[in-house]
């Protein structure tokens, strides 16, 4: 029986914007979080949470992987449906880089609401 692809679902913000940064991944269940990662913008911390989401299905053996954002510009960016702007071509670099290590990769845009990173996110931010 071939192995499902796996959903990673993944979300990155800062308050205020730019501010300090933060990422969540979600797959099977379980969130990753990683507060307090550095200073940035929104965009950016979405960026490091696509890639912090490659790093959570290499841990979990993964080889066909779905990748579930709210971002519309970092999706696009990703899918190659629109040029990275220079501020992100790093980011974007190392994402084909370490995307290329999976078997197949696709990478979706999904609504907030059905973010379940971003619900993960926002029940992590401190009130």
Known sequence: MPEQALKLFFDGGCRPNPGL???AVV???RVWHRPAIGHGTNDHAEWQALLDALD???ELGAQDIVLL??????VAQ???A???R???AAFHARFEEQAARFARVRIRR???AQNLAGIALAKAWPR
């Not at 954002?69 to 970092?74: A, F, I, M, N, P």
């Open 21 to 23: 940064m933060e990422t």
């Open 27 to 29: 797959a099977r269940g």
């Open 56 to 58: 959570v299905a290499r």
């Open 69 to 74: 954002g709210d971002s519309t510009l970092v």
């Open 78 to 80: 990703a899918s190659g």
């Open 82 to 84: 629109l040029k990275p």
């Open 86 to 88: 220079a501020a992100f």
């Open 110 to 112: 999904i609504k907030r």
